[in-house]
């Protein structure tokens, strides 16, 4: 997309004044939901991101049953007052899609095979929208997992990097995602660095993508720390207290 | 809302409380749990509010439109309110269209708003028979432990008290804020085991045989009631609902004010 919008200033800062390989601030905080099993909530940029997790329970209708595993549902939802123009309520194309990779990258790490004829449900309600929203929804919706007691390999965390005035940069802010040239939205499995979730659009060189990449990764263990921080500080052990 | 199961012996512990005149949280049964509204948490609207009533958390959001207004109001502006109980405020709620439960809740809060005069649609008019303003208020329940209706209604008017007219958008001229009145405020009470206790919570919500919402305003006049479930109340019972209606309206009204500023529909 063209346009006469300058994403990046001649000293290499940002739109919002970040440098090229930095993240929006980001606040992570584990289980503010009271009926849920496990929940998140999460600020990413201007994203506010509400995660919920219930189960594992019985899967129903009983035709979604697996005889071997549990059933990983994710459904990602957008609040119609989210965006600028008001969303019609309910599922559209865009969030179908995102619900089903957004599932197929957490059944990866997910344990299902200890929950036969089980279903684990995570809900991802996108509450306030700034690009960047799946990524934010994911690694939401892995604390929140992780806050339900779900045993799991690993905790997944997803990232984006993308391209802005022929520059390779990481995390699109609003307007590089609306005018920036790509979009590379990466999760991964961060103890092993397998990838679990990739979509791109856009344009991209070969080298580019692999500097994007790269640099997405780099961003995702950085959130990964992030998530770790935030479910530390609800269950971390109090040292214990001489009698 | 109520295809929660509750087992008997739960049943019978609050039953046995009310005969006691106790309640499982401990609370009186005139008592409110804790309300707490935090408002213009979601930039992209033009006005939300999150309500807090113990554990049930509710985000009222407001969006507004430029279209056309029905013919038979030309010179109205349109007010839409719509309900979602997404599955994550409770493990009962599935996704998919509004059920009946939905649909009764905005229902009950949209008439609240809009039989009240909160917002008056005349001024929400642009062009007669051509242009108004279309108001979206939509209601997201996150988190469910009882008394949607009262959280609800109180999350729609702190949103709409702090709705900014998105004008520049549209190219007409500065943003201003959204005209409204001193709103009515609605009070739940469920009855059971000849118990009636306001504001419940999950439980007592589960084993409620009736269930009666009263709106009442500033001047203590009733504007809005809806009775529900299949039990019945008797019209003494009625009239000592709505006493504490006014009651407690009086004290959620404040509450209301003070978070959105006391002055913000005074000024329009």
């Avoid at chain 1, 965006?83 to 599922?91: A, H, L, N, S, T």
């Avoid at chain 1, 856009?202 to 993508?209: A, N, R, S, Y």
């Avoid at chain 2, 929400?124 to 988190?143: M, R, Y």
């Avoid at chain 2, 306001?198 to 439980?203: A, E, G, I, K, M």
Wanted: aromatic fraction near 4%; proline fraction near 5%.
């Amino acid at each position: 997309m063209k346009s006469d919008i300058k994403l990046i200033d001649k000293e290499g800062k940002r739109l919002d004044g970040r440098k090229r390989d930095e993240l929006r601030p980001i606040k992570i905080e584990v289980g503010p939901l009271y009926r849920a099993d496990g929940s998140c909530y999460i600020e990413w940029g201007g994203n506010k991101i509400l995660a919920a997790v219930y189960g594992p329970r019985e899967a129903l209708p009983r035709h979604i049953q697996h005889p071997l595993r549990a059933v990983v549902n994710a459904r990602y939802n957008m609040a119609s007052f989210s965006v600028e123009d008001r969303k019609r309520p309910g599922p559209d194309r865009r969030s179908t899609e995102i619900s089903k990779v957004i599932s197929e990258a957490l059944e990866y790490v997910i344990l299902t095979e200890q929950f036969p004829r089980a279903m684990i449900d995570i809900n991802i309600e996108v509450l306030d929208a700034e690009a960047g929203t799946r990524c934010a929804g994911l690694t939401a919706a892995a604390v929140a997992l992780a806050d339900a007691g779900i045993p799991m390999r690993d905790i997944p965390v997803a990232c984006a990097a993308g391209k802005i005035d022929g520059q390779v940069v990481l995390d699109l802010g609003k307007e590089e995602d609306n005018f920036g040239e790509a979009d590379l939205p990466v999760a991964i499995a961060p103890r092993t660095d397998e990838i679990i979730l990739l979509q791109m659009d856009g344009h991209l060189t070969v080298k580019e993508f692999d500097e994007a990449i790269e640099l997405a990764i780099k961003g995702a263990h950085v959130v990964s720390e992030l998530q770790k921080k935030a479910l530390l500080a609800k269950y971390a052990v109090a040292k214990e207290v001489k009698q | 809302m109520n295809s929660t199961l509750i087992s008997s012996i739960k049943k019978d512990y609050l039953n046995k409380l009310a005969e006691q005149k106790k309640r499982i949280d401990g609370r009186a049964f005139d008592e409110y749990r804790k309300i707490s509204i935090e408002t213009n948490i979601v930039r992209k609207a033009e006005g939300s509010a999150r309500v807090k009533i113990g554990n049930t958390q509710v985000l009222a959001g407001v969006k507004m439109d430029v279209g056309e207004p029905y013919s038979d109001s030309p010179e109205s502006g349109v007010l839409t309110t719509s309900a979602e109980l997404i599955p994550m405020a409770s493990p009962d709620f599935e996704a998919g269209p509004p059920r009946e439960d939905a649909i009764e809740l905005a229902r009950v809060v949209d008439r609240g708003i809009r039989e009240s005069e909160v917002i008056d649609l005349d001024k929400l008019c642009i062009e007669p028979g051509e242009k108004v303003w279309i108001v979206f208020v939509d209601i997201h329940v996150l988190d469910y432990d009882g008394n949607l209706f009262d959280a609800s209604s109180l999350a729609a008017l702190a949103a709409l008290s702090t709705a900014m007219v998105p004008a520049e958008r549209f190219e007409m001229g500065k943003d201003y804020p959204l005209p409204i009145k001193e709103p009515p405020i609605s009070c739940t009470f469920v009855k059971f085991n000849k118990a009636i206790v306001v504001d419940p919570c999950l439980d007592e919500e589960t084993i409620a045989e009736a269930r009666l919402t009263v709106a009442t305003d500033e001047e203590g006049n009733i504007r809005a009631m809806q009775k529900g479930l299949s039990g019945s109340f008797t019209l003494d019972e009625v009239k000592k609902v709505i006493k504490a209606s006014i009651d407690n309206g009086a004290r959620i009204r404040k509450i209301l004010e003070d978070a959105v500023g006391r002055d913000h529909g005074k000024k329009n």
